[in-house]
């Protein structure tokens, strides 16, 4: 069974980082591509960061240029994301979630962590 | 940018109707990475439709997709009380993942 278990979300300041974790199991990720997406509370999707299944490919939102990293460590089958410069707007559950088949679409998703950015 | 508008932003229906829902996009899409997502309340979204047309493992076949270019569909031929929930349509192209901004099908 797959499974996606996020992991880092919580209460941060303006400014501040965090770093989440996606830990997976039942498939073999080092053969998969993986994306973060979030939610805002209340409102819909929006694609955050993918990266490929090498970890050499990566690509951001524009919102999150420059702040945001994503990685993995594919020996510990986990994903990673640096957020810093952390902002209001970035407050949103983050989802991680594991594509199909390349770069589309994604068919298994965890539960998500909740990050709040607030003073 | 491509941005994908979807309609109605609401419906409310009965269990056993049939219903449209409608993904347009700003420009013409491939249809190969166009797909069709669903999220109950509290829940991850589930992948419910792929390359427009086809349906992922373990979707039932009451629920079709169609469209090309710029208007895309997602049919559920029957209402199911599970089928209430907020459907989002998402497009891959030039490394950027677009999602609508969803349709709520709730009870009448």
């Known amino acids: 069974e797959v499974q996606l278990l996020e992991s880092g979300g919580g209460l941060v300041q303006p400014g501040g980082s965090l770093r989440l974790s996606c830990a997976t199991s039942g498939f073999t990720f080092r053969s998969y591509c993986m994306s973060w997406v979030r939610q805002t509370p209340g409102k819909g999707l929006e694609w955050v960061s993918s990266i490929d299944a090498n970890g050499v490919y990566k690509f951001n939102a524009d919102s999150v240029k420059g702040r945001f990293t994503i990685s993995r460590d594919n020996s510990e089958n986990t994903l990673y994301l640096q957020m810093n410069s952390l902002r209001a707007e970035d407050t949103a559950v983050y989802f991680c979630?594991?594509?199909?088949?390349?770069?589309?679409?994604?068919?298994?998703w965890g539960q998500g962590t909740l990050v709040t950015v607030s003073s | 940018e491509i941005v994908l508008t979807q309609s109605p932003g609401t419906l409310s229906l009965s269990p056993g109707e049939r219903v449209t829902l409608s993904c347009r996009a700003s420009?013409?899409?491939?249809?190969?990475?166009f797909a069709w997502y669903q999220q109950k309340l509290g829940q991850a979204p589930r992948l419910l439709m792929y390359g427009a047309s086809s349906r992922a493992t373990g979707i039932p076949d009451r629920f079709s997709g169609g469209g090309s270019g710029t208007d895309f569909t997602l049919t559920i031929s029957r209402l199911e009380p599970e089928d209430f929930a907020v459907y989002y349509c998402?497009?891959?192209?030039?490394?950027?993942?677009?999602f609508g901004q969803g349709t709520k099908v709730e009870f009448k």
């Open positions: 420009q013409s899409l491939i249809s190969t990475y």
């Open positions: 998402q497009y891959y192209g030039s490394a950027r993942w677009t």
């Open positions: 979630a594991k594509y199909m088949d390349g770069w589309h679409p994604l068919d298994y």
